[in-house]
C-alpha cells in the first residue's frame, strides 16, 4: 500500500525562488513522516521530521515541512533556493508503526537555475 | 552525530556468485537495522528489517533465500547476495535506528553500488 505520495518527479527552480515539494500521505493511524535528501551515489541525510510535537517543522539547511492532517499533506519547502540544494529529495512514512520500518516516495529531483 | 558506514562501497561481481555487503554503527549499538534497494532514478524499497540476534524480518516479495541477513552484533548486519544475476544490480543501502537516542532517528549509510556482470 502506498505510504507516501511525492506529487512531480522533477521540480525546477532558479537560484532565490522559492522551494515547494510535495508530499502527501496515507494512513489510518497518524504516521511519523519524513524528509530525506539524497545526493549522487550517497546515503540519505535527515532533512527533518514530524514526530507530532507540532504541526511545523524546521530542518536543517533552511527548509521546513508543515503537517497538515486535513490535507494529508507534509510538503517541503524553502524561501530561497540555492545552487547546492540540487539533489534528489525523498518523503518517508512510517506508517503509524513504531517499529522503524520506513516507507518512502518516488522522490523529486530538483534543479537549481543560476 | 550517529555515523553509520558501508562496506565495500561498490563490488562488481560475476554471475553466479556471492557478495557480502555490511553495515555498521560507528559509535552507538543498533539493535534494529534496516536494509534497502535502489534501483537508479528510483526510490528506495525497504527489503528487510535485521534484529540482532535474531531472524531478519522480509517484505513481502523479497526473497530470503536470495538476500541473506546476519545481525551477529550491536554494532554489525551483513546483507549476503547469494548466486548474484545480472538484475541484482542495484544500490544497497542500510540504516540503523538508534534507540539510545531520539526513537524516531535512523541513520542511514553511504551505500554500496553492486554491478553484477
Known amino acids: 500500500a502506498q505510504s507516501v505520495t511525492q506529487l512531480g518527479s522533477h521540480v525546477s527552480v532558479s537560484e532565490g525562488a522559492l522551494v515547494l515539494l510535495r508530499c502527501n500521505y496515507s494512513?489510518?493511524?497518524?504516521?511519523?513522516l519524513f524528509w530525506y535528501v539524497q545526493y549522487p551515489n550517497q546515503g540519505l541525510q535527515l532533512l527533518l521530521k514530524y514526530t507530532s510535537a507540532a504541526t511545523l517543522v524546521k530542518g536543517i539547511n533552511g527548509f521546513e515541512a508543515e503537517f497538515k492532517k486535513s490535507e494529508t499533506s507534509f510538503h517541503l519547502t524553502k524561501p530561497s533556493a540555492h545552487m547546492s540544494d540540487a539533489a534528489e529529495y525523498f518523503c518517508a512514512s512510517d506508517r503509524g508503526s513504531t517499529l522503524g520500518r520506513l516507507y518512502f516516495g518516488r522522490g523529486t529531483q530538483l534543479t537549481v537555475w543560476p | 552525530g550517529a555515523v553509520v558506514s558501508q562496506h565495500p562501497s561498490w563490488v562488481i561481481c560475476k554471475s553466479g556468485t556471492s557478495v557480502k555487503i555490511e553495515c555498521r554503527s560507528l559509535?552507538?549499538?543498533?539493535?534494529?537495522m534496516f536494509w534497502y534497494r535502489q534501483f537508479p532514478k528510483q526510490s528506495l524499497m525497504l527489503m528487510a528489517t535485521?534484529?540482532?540476534?535474531?531472524?531478519?524480518?522480509?517484505e513481502q516479495g523479497v526473497e530470503k533465500d536470495k538476500f541473506l541477513i546476519n545481525h551477529a552484533s550491536l554494532t554489525l548486519s551483513t546483507l549476503t547476495v547469494t548466486s548474484a544475476h545480472p538484475e541484482d544490480s542495484s544500490f544497497y543501502i542500510c540504516s540503523a535506528r538508534d534507540w539510545g537516542g531520539s526513537s524516531y532517528e535512523q541513520y542511514f549509510g553511504p551505500g554500496t553500488r553492486l554491478t553484477v556482470t
Open positions: 535485521s534484529n540482532e540476534g535474531s531472524k531478519a524480518t522480509y
Open positions: 559509535d552507538f549499538q543498533a539493535t534494529t
Open positions: 494512513s489510518s493511524v497518524p504516521p511519523y
